[in-house]
């Protein structure tokens, strides 16, 4: 596989973490962005100690200025960028009645907002390169309403409806793939704070599949060739339905 300079939101934890280990042992450069510098610190020096590549630097992603930043500073270091892995999201589950509003706009900020930034800092560089590829972290939560999801499910499917408009819209020259992943083990549940939804969340997510069987279909979906595009991937435990 050549080896591409990848940027991967979300990186500290979870899928964005083992895509950025994965992709990095198999020769890529990858530049990573979260909120906590702690664990980005540990997940950098995990890839060089193991011979790999990588650059950390917080990022806020409803941050559209620091968002910018995050691409333009990669650009300037490594003289490119090709991959955008747009992996960063909550998931605070409620019912509606709960009325947790801050927690709704927050999904709103984080998983369509910070999607929108990135893309539109990436975007002008890939044109200006005439290649590119941008890979969405949605969620089969894109694909079907559950009771407690209702918001979340929302930001997903338009996760899924702006990266499949992104792919329609852009010269071919510019690869865009969707990954909807299934029940992974990560942190993502522990943002929930209603009882009724974190104890039903312990239930539904007690068959699940490591991160890195995301971070392999990412890095699948990036090793292609250039006029290979994989539009879609939907990757869930066996034994979910």
């Known amino acids: 596989m050549d080896r591409k300079i990848v940027l991967i939101t979300g990186a500290s934890s979870g899928i964005g973490r083992a895509t950025a280990l994965r992709l990095a042992r198999e020769g890529h450069q990858v ?3 979260a909120r906590r510098e702690d664990r980005l610190a540990e997940t950098a020096a995990a890839i060089e100690a193991a011979g790999g590549k990588a650059d950390a630097r917080r990022l806020d992603v409803t941050d559209r200025a620091d968002v910018a930043a995050f691409v333009d500073g990669a650009a300037e270091r490594h003289g490119r960028v090709d991959v955008l892995v747009g992996n960063a999201g909550v998931m605070p589950l409620s ?3 709960a009325l947790l509003v801050e ?10 907002r910070g999607l929108l930034y990135g893309i539109a800092a990436a975007l002008p560089h890939f044109q200006r390169q005439g ?3 941008f890979v969405t972290v949605a969620s089969i939560a894109a694909y079907r309403v559950s009771p ?6 929302g930001t997903k499917y338009a996760a899924w409806a702006i990266t499949e408009g992104l792919r329609q819209e852009l010269d071919p020259s510019i690869r865009v793939t969707t990954v909807s992943p299934g029940v992974v083990e990560s942190e993502l549940a522990e943002s929930i704070t209603d009882p009724g939804a974190r104890e039903a969340m312990r239930t539904y997510r007690a068959e699940s599949i490591p991160a890195d069987s995301i971070a392999q ?3 699948y979906a990036i090793g292609q060739p250039a006029d290979v595009d994989v539009n879609e991937l939907v990757i869930r435990p066996a034994r979910q339905r």
């Open 95 to 97: 019912r509606l009645d």
């Open 148 to 153: 407690a999801a209702a918001v979340y499910c």
């Open 103 to 112: 927690e709704w706009d927050r999904m709103i900020d984080v998983n369509v």
């Open 131 to 133: 290649a590119g590829h």
């Open 31 to 33: 530049v990573l962005g």
């Open 217 to 219: 279909a990412i890095s």
